[in-house]
């Protein structure tokens, strides 16, 4: 039996964008699954157990432990069944040979904008490395993980798997010549607050980055302007996170989410927690992740903003989750 875990993450700009090349800035968080895998020798192997995200592939079982949102577990079960075997196959592992029984748990909640699909094929890939002693590094753990998350996200972009294998505050960049992708630890003098808020609305990610697609085929000259205003905004940032200056960096975040807002990929719950966020102190808020739904991030550098933002999250009506950037 053997465990491998993978942080959760919040991109605190340019998701979407960052599919088309246009760097990206990402961080773990203090928040991660945790996967079990055990060998289980054939005839053995148990049936699932039947409670919501267990489910049974052709010589594995899994039981999801996750804390989640309503309905999320459920939502998502083909998909996740799908990147499971995407993970086996990517890892050139055939559990018909070596029966395996996987277990999910950890304090990350399964919910869109927080990279947990990314966090589950990061932290299976792990343990199952370790439990068959498959000898990979983590660039290898990164690229399995990057293959099963595209039974999530269509396209996936590499940030979600990168940051969940890594950690830290990462620049990204996706090459589209098929050669590496840009990636860069960025440092900060100190890790960040933030207080991210939970929409309880279940994200379709692929669904959302193929309307983007769509419209950007569609409105080209609009597209083309915004996307120019991303790209820009990727340095300004990088340049205010080095400085350490957060007041610009909450005024960028803003920026962000504008412009997330302009390519339709924010939800009126999401624009409402943003709301509430910058009502109540924050220096800058933004929707996170795929959009849709799930998670906006609010930067609360001060404690006490941060707790003011977490309570107004969820006196009206929305879950929060306080945690640090950066470390």
Same mark, same amino acid.
């Given at each position: 039996m053997a465990q491998g875990s993978g942080y959760g993450?919040?991109?605190?700009?340019?998701?979407?964008?960052?599919?088309?090349?246009?760097p990206s800035i990402a961080s773990a968080i203090d928040s991660r699954t945790i996967a079990t895998v055990e060998h289980v020798p054939k005839g053995e192997l148990p049936?699932?157990?039947?409670?919501?995200?267990?489910?049974a592939g052709d010589g594995w079982v899994m039981e999801d432990d996750r804390p989640a949102n309503p309905g999320y577990k459920e939502t998502k079960k083909e998909q996740q069944k799908r990147s499971i075997e995407l993970v086996f196959e990517a890892a050139r592992f055939d559990p018909r040979k070596r029966n395996v029984r996987i277990h999910l748990g950890?304090?990350?909640?399964?919910?869109?904008?927080?990279?947990?699909?990314?966090?589950?094929?990061?932290?299976?890939?792990?343990?199952?490395?370790?439990?068959f002693k498959l000898g990979f590094d983590d660039k290898r753990i990164n690229e399995i993980a990057f293959i099963g998350d595209s039974a999530y996200a269509g396209t996936p972009s590499g940030i979600?798997?990168?940051?969940?294998?890594?950690?830290?505050?990462?620049?990204?960049?996706?090459?589209?010549?098929?050669?590496p992708n840009t990636m860069e630890?960025?440092?900060?003098?100190?890790? !960040?607050?933030?207080? @991210?808020?939970?929409?309880?609305?279940?994200?379709?990610?692929?669904?959302? #980055? *193929?309307?983007?697609? =769509?419209?950007?085929?569609?409105?080209?000259?609009?597209?083309?302007?915004?996307f120019a205003k991303?790209?820009?905004?990727a340095d300004r940032a990088r340049d205010a996170l080095s400085k350490y200056d957060i007041a610009e960096v909450g005024r960028l975040m803003d920026e962000n989410h504008s412009l997330l807002q302009?390519?339709?990929?924010?939800?009126?719950?999401?624009?409402?927690?943003?709301?509430?966020?910058?009502?109540?102190?924050?220096?800058?808020?933004?929707?996170?992740?795929?959009? !849709?739904?799930?998670? @906006?991030?609010?930067?609360?550098?001060?404690?006490?903003?941060?707790?003011? #933002? *977490?309570?107004?999250? =969820?006196?009206?009506?929305?879950?929060a989750l306080k945690t640090t950037i950066g470390v």
């Open positions: 993450k919040v991109i605190l700009f340019n998701e979407h964008f960052v599919v088309y090349g246009i049936a699932p157990s039947g409670r919501e995200g267990s489910m950890g304090d990350l909640i399964a919910v869109g904008g927080v990279g947990a699909s990314a966090a589950v094929c990061v932290s299976v890939a792990r343990a199952l490395n370790t439990e979600d798997n990168t940051a969940s294998t890594f950690g830290g505050l990462l620049w990204f960049a996706k090459n589209h010549q098929k050669g630890q960025l440092k900060i003098k100190a890790p !960040l607050r933030i207080v @991210m808020g939970n929409t309880l609305l279940t994200t379709n990610t692929e669904a959302a #980055v *193929a309307g983007v697609r =769509e419209r950007k085929a569609k409105f080209p000259e609009k597209y083309d302007a915004i991303s790209r820009e905004l302009q390519i339709e990929v924010s939800h009126p719950k999401l624009d409402e927690l943003v709301g509430i966020a910058r009502r109540n102190g924050a220096a800058g808020a933004k929707m996170t992740g795929g959009g !849709l739904g799930g998670y @906006m991030v609010a930067l609360t550098p001060e404690m006490a903003v941060q707790d003011k #933002v *977490a309570t107004a999250m =969820e006196k009206a009506g929305f879950k």
